[in-house]
């Protein structure tokens, strides 16, 4: 029978005890009163004792390559007790129930970790959550502060927009006022050169001074 995991199972593969563990621990594990198996009829595979000594015995019996994740455990027992010919019935049966017991024993130890690790694996659990809902406030503070960073880029710009807006206005005004300046002087030498002329005229069209003497006379 091939064992077959799926994500689940593959996932905690690397994190499952080995032999060696699942007998340190049951080592350590307290004593009680046995309860024997009734093992007069072979091919039935009877309750499995909750007793530390005999789980520990069962697990003793349970081959190395078992507990590889590789490992082909029903073209295994095919080839080393069936056979070519798979007339050896009996002794394939009293194998499947040693396996039945060894795989009981197995998951037994298995859920006792797991509820002894429990505490541990839960107080995990939480700190991952309260890390994921640190990462996730980070996140919102992040996207309020480019948020943020994005609106004074555009009012930056805006301004910078502005100042530059107002600059080219200030030149047009200052090209204005210059022009305005030369047209201003412009009419005051225009002013100046009709009072020359003036002057010019009047002396030009004035009677010579004896005959001012003689209109007297």
């Known amino acids: 029978m091939k064992f077959r995991t799926n994500s689940h199972i593959s996932s905690i593969g690397n994190s499952v005890p080995d032999r060696n ?50 490992f082909d455990s029903g073209k295994f027992e095919i080839e080393s007790l069936a056979g070519p010919s798979c007339r050896e019935l009996t002794k394939m049966k009293l194998r499947l129930l040693l396996l039945d017991r060894q795989n009981k024993a ?66 047009r005004l200052r090209r204005v006022l210059r022009i305005l300046r030369q047209i201003r002087v412009l009419q ?9 002329l003036t002057v010019s005229l009047s002396r030009l069209f004035q009677p010579p001074f004896f005959f001012q003497i003689f209109f007297v006379e």
Not at 21 to 27: C, G, K, Q, R, S
Not at 188 to 196: F, I
Request: charged share 25%.
């Open 21 to 70: 563990v699942f007998i340190a621990d049951i080592n350590n594990s307290s004593k009680s009163k046995t309860i024997i198996m009734n093992e007069s009829d072979p091919f039935d595979s009877p309750v499995l004792s909750r007793d530390p000594i005999v789980i520990q015995e069962i697990l003793n019996k349970v081959e190395d390559q078992y507990y590889s994740m590789t």
């Open 106 to 171: 197995v998951s037994r130890r298995v859920s006792e970790l797991v509820l002894e690790k429990h505490p541990m694996y839960e107080a995990e659990l939480n700190g991952v959550l309260s890390l994921q809902s640190d990462n996730w406030e980070t996140l919102a503070l992040c996207r309020r502060i480019r948020r943020s960073l994005k609106m004074s880029d555009h009012a930056l710009v805006y301004s910078r927009l502005m100042v530059l807006r107002n600059f080219r206005r200030l030149l």
């Open 188 to 196: 005051q030498n225009v002013q100046m050169l009709d009072a020359l």
